[in-house]
């Protein structure tokens, strides 16, 4: 079973992510199972999230976005 991810190059587990940014445990694990749709991520977190993984919030924005895609899902 494939772990679940936020994007194709995440290299750490959600829950190591979430424990890291003090968030509740179902907050990023419902963004891998595209139970929600990043457009509706608050911009606190997505800026979090991304000095948390080095990038650029716009670059993680796309790539979360690109991934939720290939995915499929329940928001489509």
């Known amino acids: 079973m494939e772990k679940l991810k936020l994007f194709e190059k ?3 587990s959600l ?3 979430q424990k890291e ?3 509740a445990i179902q907050t990023l694990y419902r963004y ?3 139970e929600r749709k990043i457009e509706n991520m608050p911009g606190k977190m997505l800026v979090e ?3 948390y993984f080095k990038m650029e919030p716009e670059k993680l924005y796309v790539e ?3 991934y939720q895609k290939q ?3 329940k928001n489509e």
Request: net charge positive.
């Open 10 to 12: 995440q290299n750490v």
């Open 21 to 23: 940014l003090g968030y």
């Open 71 to 73: 995915l499929g899902g």
């Open 64 to 66: 979360i976005q690109k």
């Open 15 to 17: 829950y190591q992510v």
């Open 49 to 51: 999230l991304a000095k």
């Open 32 to 34: 891998a199972r595209n």
